[in-house]
């Protein structure tokens, strides 16, 4: 079971850090990924961390001001996002595939319900 959380409405140029807990014990063997999804459009790729938490993934629209971590003893993976843009706004979900890892969601087995963050301009 995943649970995302830390979402919120701020403004143009502020930093959230969104996490994403698991239950579980074999976290650790799982990869995760932020998706997202802004209203009236499709869900699309953020993030993503492998099981290890050597390899990272990010899509461009996020890449230079994000950062993705894990800490597998908290069963908790962070998105770190600085700079927000009005654009950033959506519901953020995450999602875990065991030992895989990458953009495409369909290859995700479980998500969670998603936080909203909303960017004010």
């Known amino acids: 079971q995943l649970q995302a959380s830390g979402g919120g409405l701020v403004q143009a140029g502020d930093s959230l850090r969104l996490s994403c807990a698991a239950s579980?014990?074999?976290?650790?063997?799982?990869?995760i990924a932020w998706f997202r999804r802004a209203s009236g459009k499709e869900r699309e790729f953020v993030a993503a961390?492998?099981?290890?938490?050597?390899?990272?993934y990010y899509a461009d629209s996020v890449k230079g001001r994000s950062t993705i971590s894990r800490d597998n003893a908290k069963n908790t993976v962070y998105l770190q996002i600085n700079s927000l843009k009005p654009e950033d706004t959506a519901v953020y979900l995450c999602?875990?595939?065991?030992w895989g890892g990458g953009h495409n969601s369909d290859t995700y087995d479980y998500w969670g319900q998603g936080t909203q963050v909303t960017v004010s301009s």
């Open positions: 579980g014990r074999t976290f650790g063997t799982y990869a």
């Open positions: 961390i492998n099981w290890g938490g050597v390899n990272k």
């Open positions: 999602a875990a595939e065991r």
